[in-house]
DNA sequence: CACGTCTATTGACTCGAGTAGATCGTGCTG
DNA sequence: CAGCACGATCTACTCGAGTCAATAGACGTG
């Protein structure tokens, strides 16, 4: 409550490039070229003065003023519909560690599943000269195309659809679902269910492809699809709908994890088992996942590698390079609320 | 996969003041008076041809000039410990949507719990002219005096102890804690354990003083206490702990939902049941813990006004304010994991 | 010894915006 | 009508760092 007296800021006295300089006993110049390698020589006796004249001084760069002369921040803008569910979370976690490791920071933006947010958002971005977007929801076309102009990289995260004009990272959607599928048909499963998530833009999802290919595969031309939101709480709402039917679907496919923690939880306040009344596999693969009740059987995303070639496509491009789709294959991952080992994890 | 061809970004032509000024026939400083809101007054007519002239040529000011300028990026820090876990994304979401309410950008940095990544992150922020920090790890005083010697302002959040020379928010800690412990004392409890996190700093977090001091109000002198990291895997390790020791307490404390979450886990697995085996109040409040079985009771910390209140402790603070410590109350929330309701959520 | 070569260093301009101080009218007052 | 006040506008300098063209030495060579 009391606060201590003295403690109040010294207003310690900027230290800039001159100041440097002046006691180096050399100009400003030879000063930046030390600090950057910069694009001529510095004689190594001379070099060393101004370091040591820069530690003694503490002189740390202005980022603005090299931001203003350069055009470049070293930053990395990532927007993202709500950081609070946990797969926007660790993609931004993994795309922070990456920027970092290129020594670029990351203006993290939450759109809260607006298209209006978002766009204000992006356009606070360009205005603070970022060198780079991660977006991880579908803006329409205009918008990227003034990132473009702007000289703005920007990187589609999470995204399905192959789209021109910009660079798109995501996991290989159709492929793993079908084999998902059909691991829950290697349970005997044959009445298999989709809840599947409501994408702001109109892509058809391929997850949704993928499901319908594995049934198509198995013989089985119906299937019940139940569309929620992309969340918990959709997916509480589709377990609900999904245990209303009758005949009741012996497995379900669910594209995220978290809508599967709400569809788990529909389950167990029915009194129901999983994977004994219903068999479960979702996509993702987040660490919720593995510490929920029933552990969820997932298809796992390379988050880190993504993020990492996200990174790569923005930092590492030419100016005039052509955009590019990645698709990175996922894993399987096995656990119980498939049917999987009943002991262990 | 193929490019199309023709979208390559046309490096449109950098619109400056200095455009504005042209097209609408007057000097850039008017341009610069008319955008701030300027120290001076532009005459009506003016000024709508100035608006006219933005709008025309799109201009945008350049937030690194201004920033360079005025000493001030309108950008706040954010450093946390690991943004993927869900506690410490929803402060974040909480804090950038109120820092985005009063025009400022949020640089988010996760220091995966390490001293000197959070180290380099707060030099970083310093050399990027953030105008504020937000902390929720303890860094040792000499790293907080120098960001407030760089003229940062410091906001530690989620904090429990007092601290001179700092802005510090954080829950009620030991009252609310009290408050669980004794709910849970109303269900017919008496041998009530504690699971504390580990915290990296070495102040006696509040949690426990205050699960002691409800004990000592129920005559219970003797509890057990279960060290563990502040995450779901530690919870769950504190659960196989928790469970192998006789005789086992019929009820627990928990010091974050995420341990929470694990110690379930390990609950589950062994087969036993919550709240019939073991009882179960948690502290935070975040969203997994209403989405996960049995739903969970738990302390909710009013995360959206703490964050409300630091944006303000940064953004409203005069020059040499002195710091002050702000305390929230938070609101129990009864789920079924302590024995409330055994029906609705 | 004069001249060219090469390297280290410097001075000066630039990026784009904020703003103090000078300037220009206009209109009012004595 | 001169003098003054006041509002609108402009000129010019500044923030801190990057970098080019110019300069100053140092060295070697014919």
Same mark, same amino acid.
């Given at each position: 409550?009391?606060?201590?007296?003295?403690?109040?800021?010294?207003?310690?006295? =900027?230290?800039?490039?001159?100041? #440097?300089?002046?006691?180096?006993?050399?100009?400003?110049?030879?000063?930046?070229? #030390?600090?950057?390698?910069?694009?001529?020589?510095?004689?190594?006796?001379?070099?060393?003065?101004?370091?040591?004249?820069?530690?003694?001084?503490?002189?740390?760069?202005?980022?603005?003023?090299?931001?203003?002369?350069?055009? @470049? %921040?070293?930053?990395?803008?990532?927007?993202?519909?709500?950081? %609070?569910?946990?797969?926007?979370?660790?993609?931004?976690?993994?795309?922070?560690?990456?920027?970092?490791?290129?020594?670029?920071?990351?203006?993290?933006?939450?759109?809260?599943?607006? !298209?209006?947010?978002?766009?204000?958002?992006?356009?606070?971005?360009?205005?603070?000269?970022?060198?780079? #977007?991660?977006?991880?929801?579908?803006?329409?076309?205009?918008?990227?195309?003034?990132?473009?102009?702007?000289?703005?990289?920007?990187?589609?995260?999470?995204? %399905?659809?192959?789209?021109? @004009? &910009?660079?798109?990272?995501?996991?290989?959607?159709?492929?793993?679902?079908?084999?998902? &599928?059909?691991?829950?048909? %290697?349970?005997?499963?044959?009445?298999?269910?989709? &809840?599947?998530?409501?994408?702001?833009?109109?892509?058809?999802?391929?997850?949704?492809?993928?499901?319908?290919?594995?049934?198509?595969?198995?013989?089985?031309?119906?299937?019940?699809?139940?569309?929620?939101?992309?969340?918990?709480?959709?997916?509480?709402?589709?377990?609900?709908?999904?245990?209303?039917?009758?005949?009741?679907?012996?497995?379900?496919?669910?594209?995220?994890?978290?809508?599967?923690?709400?569809? !788990?939880?529909? &389950?167990?306040?029915?009194?129901?088992? #999983?994977?004994?009344?219903?068999?479960?596999?979702?996509?993702?693969?987040?660490?919720?996942?593995?510490?929920?009740?029933?552990?969820?059987?997932?298809?796992?995303?390379?988050?880190?590698?993504?993020?990492?070639?996200? =990174?790569?496509?923005?930092?590492?491009?030419?100016?005039?390079?052509?955009?590019?789709?990645?698709?990175?294959?996922?894993?399987?991952?096995?656990?119980?609320?498939?049917?999987?080992?009943?002991?262990? @994890?």
């Amino acid at each position: 409550m009391v606060a201590m007296p003295d403690l109040s800021a010294s207003p310690r006295p =900027v230290i800039t490039r001159k100041d #440097v300089a002046r006691l180096a006993g050399v100009s400003t110049a030879v000063v930046s070229y #030390v600090v950057n390698g910069g694009p001529k020589n510095v004689a190594p006796a001379t070099e060393e003065r101004v370091r040591q004249a820069i530690a003694a001084l503490g002189y740390r760069p202005n980022a603005a003023a090299r931001a203003l002369k350069k055009g @470049s %921040s070293q930053i990395l803008g990532m927007v993202v519909p709500k950081i %609070s569910n946990p797969f926007f979370a660790s993609l931004a976690e993994a795309v922070e560690q990456a920027a970092e490791e290129q020594g670029f920071a990351m203006l993290l933006a939450d759109s809260r599943d607006s !298209l209006t947010v978002e766009r204000r958002h992006l356009r606070n971005f360009i205005d603070r000269q970022v060198d780079g #977007v991660f977006l991880c929801s579908v803006l329409v076309q205009p918008d990227i195309q003034e990132l473009r102009e702007r000289g703005v990289r920007t990187v589609l995260l999470n995204f %399905s659809e192959e789209s021109p @004009s &910009v660079d798109a990272i995501g996991p290989e959607f159709a492929e793993s679902t079908r084999r998902a &599928v059909e691991h829950l048909a %290697s349970h005997g499963h044959r009445d298999i269910a989709l &809840v599947m998530g409501l994408t702001t833009g109109n892509a058809p999802d391929r997850r949704e492809g993928g499901w319908r290919a594995a049934l198509q595969g198995l013989g089985e031309s119906e299937g019940r699809i139940f569309r929620c939101t992309f969340d918990r709480q959709g997916g509480y709402e589709a377990g609900k709908q999904f245990l209303a039917v009758t005949p009741r679907p012996t497995a379900v496919f669910i594209s995220s994890d978290q809508q599967a923690i709400g569809f !788990l939880r529909a &389950v167990q306040e029915a009194g129901l088992s #999983v994977p004994d009344d219903v068999a479960v596999m979702a996509f993702d693969g987040s660490d919720e996942a593995e510490y929920c009740w029933p552990p969820l059987s997932t298809v796992r995303q390379p988050v880190k590698e993504m993020a990492e070639a996200g =990174v790569r496509a923005i930092i590492g491009a030419e100016r005039d390079e052509p955009s590019r789709n990645q698709v990175f294959d996922c894993e399987l991952i096995l656990r119980r609320s498939c049917g999987c080992h009943a002991e262990d @994890s």
